[in-house]
């Protein structure tokens, strides 16, 4: 086999055994065997040798039901990434206080590409009531809360409110600015419709730009941009 052809083979099956590992952790299959070979279509026997070689690197874990789940290895390499995120350190006790204000699920999103919304770290609400948490998962970016407000789309009073009508969630979001003034990111409180009245859009509002101001300055934006 030449140089050229055994590089491409190489390529093929790293981006394979990458293709498993992130069908694995996104938990959209029930992560057997089977079902996570239907998933990224290879065959059983190829699935097969690539978790095993991820499960060699601690990278995925096979439980008791033979269900593939994320490794120990992964999960410490997940917890080092985000330990260097200061935004994702900062931004904990602002969400506890945003849930004990509100009642409702206080959210960090940030960008995921140019198309979609990454929730980075989430806090359900109290309610018995509440929307759903969607850790580590992604959303559309356009017309959406969280979306606008990482594109500096917010009203004059400083939030976005998104009641879309294939929704039955109302979302108010605030973006949060760095030291360079770019937005690194953006704090929400998501609420069901049903019960979500302007009086309580203008609550949620309120407390997130008063938290997404502290979390700005603590990250080091200019003053001059800070509540902008």
Do not use: C
């Amino acid at each position: 086999m030449s140089e050229t052809a055994s590089s491409g083979s190489a390529t093929r099956t790293a981006e394979r055994a990458i293709q498993l590992l992130v069908t694995v952790l996104e938990e959209t299959t029930g992560g057997t065997l089977s079902e996570l070979a239907r998933a990224t279509s290879l065959s059983p026997s190829t699935a097969s040798r690539l978790l095993s070689t991820l499960s060699g690197q601690g990278l995925v874990r096979r439980d008791a039901t033979g269900r593939f789940q994320a490794g120990a290895r992964m999960k410490q390499l997940a917890a080092a990434t985000l330990r260097e995120d200061p935004l994702y350190e900062l931004v904990g006790p602002h969400l506890v206080a945003l849930v004990e204000e509100t009642g409702e699920t206080a959210s960090l999103g940030v960008a995921a590409g140019d198309d979609e919304v990454l929730y980075l770290r989430q806090l359900a609400g109290t309610r018995q009531v509440q929307t759903a948490v969607w850790t580590g998962r992604t959303i559309p970016r356009r017309d959406t809360a969280l979306g606008s407000a990482l594109d500096g789309a917010t009203s004059p009073r400083g939030w976005i409110t998104s009641r879309r009508p294939d929704s039955d969630v109302t979302a108010v979001a605030v973006p949060v600015i760095g030291h360079d003034g770019a937005i690194l990111g953006a704090i929400s409180v998501n609420a069901p419709s049903y019960r979500t009245t302007d009086t309580d859009v203008e609550r949620f509002g309120t407390a997130l730009v008063r938290h997404a101001l502290a979390l700005s300055t603590a990250l080091g934006a200019p003053a001059h941009l800070v509540g902008r």
